[in-house]
C-alpha cells in the first residue's frame, strides 16, 4: 500500500467545479446545451495538442477559439460581447457539494492542499473565492507558469516546487483519467473522482478511487 501524502493536489475544473452551469449561456448563443461537453473536451483537446509540440495558449484563448468553431458549424454567429459572458461563466461556477467537506477532511488528517488549474491564475483564484474554497488551499498553481498545459510533466514539477516537497509525497486528485495518468507519469500518486465512470482500463490503476470526493479524501486518510 502506498504511504499517505505530504500534499494533495486538487484538478480544479470539472473535479471541484462542475462545468453544467454553463449550459444556459451556451443556449443563450442558440447553441444547445447538450455541446456544453464536446465544446469542453475539444478545448482540452487543442490544449494537449499545443502542449505535446511545447506551445501554449492560455484556456480561455483555447476555449474561444473553441466556441467560434462550434457557432459556425451551427450557422450561428454572437456578438464578442456575448461569447465573452460566456467565458466569464468558467470564473462564476459553484462548486461540487462535497468539495468544502473532502477538503476539510484532509486538512483535518493534516494534509496540506494545493489547487492545480489549466486555466489562469485570476480565473482560478476568483472560482475559490467565490465558491469559499480559497482559505483551505495553501497555493494556486497555474499551468502559465510553465507554459505548458496538463498532463505535461513539467506542470506537475512546478505544484511540487511550488509544495516544496518531492513529486512523490504528492497525491493529485482528479475526475479526468489523463490528468491522474499524467500525475502518475511525473511521480506523483494518484486519486480518481468516478461520478459513475470507470477508470480506462488502458491506464495504470490510481492509488486510491471513490465515487465522490469525499470517498477519495477518506480513502487517502486511510494510506498508512
Same mark, same amino acid.
Given at each position: 500500500?502506498?504511504?499517505?501524502?505530504?500534499?494533495?493536489?486538487?484538478?480544479?475544473?470539472?473535479?471541484?467545479?462542475?462545468?453544467?452551469?454553463?449550459?444556459?449561456?451556451?443556449?443563450?448563443?442558440?447553441?444547445?446545451?447538450?455541446?456544453?461537453?464536446?465544446?469542453?473536451?475539444?478545448?482540452?483537446?487543442?490544449?494537449?495538442?499545443?502542449?505535446?509540440?511545447?506551445?501554449?495558449?492560455?484556456?480561455?484563448?483555447?476555449?474561444?477559439?473553441?466556441?467560434?468553431?462550434?457557432?459556425?458549424?451551427?450557422?450561428?454567429?454572437?456578438?464578442?460581447?456575448?461569447?465573452?459572458?460566456?467565458?466569464?461563466?468558467?470564473?462564476?461556477? +459553484?462548486?461540487?457539494?462535497?468539495? =468544502?467537506? $473532502?477538503?476539510? !477532511? /484532509?486538512? &483535518?488528517?493534516?494534509? @496540506?492542499?494545493?489547487?492545480?488549474?489549466?486555466?489562469?491564475?485570476?480565473?482560478?483564484?476568483?472560482?475559490?473565492?467565490?465558491?469559499?474554497?480559497?482559505?483551505?488551499?495553501?497555493?494556486?498553481?497555474?499551468?502559465?507558469?510553465?507554459?505548458?498545459?496538463?498532463?505535461?510533466?513539467?506542470?506537475?514539477?512546478?505544484?511540487?516546487?511550488?509544495?516544496?516537497?518531492?513529486?512523490?509525497?504528492?497525491?493529485?486528485?482528479?475526475?479526468? +483519467?489523463?490528468?491522474?495518468?499524467? =500525475?502518475? $507519469?511525473?511521480? !506523483? /500518486?494518484? &486519486?480518481?473522482?468516478? @461520478?459513475?465512470?470507470?477508470?480506462?482500463?488502458?491506464?495504470?490503476?490510481?492509488?486510491?478511487?471513490?465515487?465522490?470526493?469525499?470517498?477519495?479524501?477518506?480513502?487517502?486518510?486511510?494510506?498508512?
Amino acid at each position: 500500500m502506498p504511504q499517505r501524502p505530504d500534499v494533495v493536489v486538487f484538478d480544479v475544473i470539472e473535479t471541484l467545479f462542475p462545468i453544467e452551469p454553463l449550459a444556459p449561456r451556451l443556449e443563450a448563443l442558440g447553441l444547445p446545451g447538450a455541446l456544453l461537453q464536446g465544446w469542453f473536451a475539444a478545448s482540452l483537446r487543442d490544449s494537449f495538442a499545443l502542449a505535446a509540440i511545447g506551445d501554449f495558449r492560455p484556456l480561455r484563448a483555447v476555449m474561444g477559439a473553441n466556441l467560434d468553431d462550434l457557432l459556425a458549424r451551427h450557422g450561428r454567429s454572437a456578438p464578442e460581447a456575448q461569447k465573452a459572458q460566456l467565458l466569464d461563466g468558467m470564473g462564476q461556477l +459553484p462548486a461540487h457539494a462535497d468539495a =468544502a467537506e $473532502a477538503m476539510d !477532511l /484532509l486538512r &483535518g488528517g493534516g494534509l @496540506r492542499l494545493i489547487a492545480l488549474s489549466n486555466g489562469a491564475a485570476e480565473a482560478t483564484e476568483k472560482l475559490l473565492h467565490g465558491a469559499g474554497l480559497r482559505e483551505r488551499v495553501a497555493e494556486v498553481v497555474s499551468v502559465e507558469e510553465v507554459r505548458l498545459s496538463k498532463p505535461r510533466r513539467e506542470v506537475y514539477a512546478r505544484a511540487a516546487t511550488r509544495a516544496g516537497v518531492p513529486a512523490g509525497r504528492m497525491l493529485l486528485v482528479a475526475s479526468h +483519467p489523463w490528468d491522474v495518468n499524467g =500525475a502518475r $507519469a511525473a511521480g !506523483l /500518486l494518484g &486519486g480518481f473522482v468516478a @461520478r459513475g465512470r470507470p477508470f480506462p482500463a488502458m491506464l495504470p490503476a490510481p492509488e486510491v478511487e471513490g465515487a465522490t470526493l469525499v470517498d477519495v479524501a477518506r480513502a487517502i486518510l486511510a494510506l498508512a
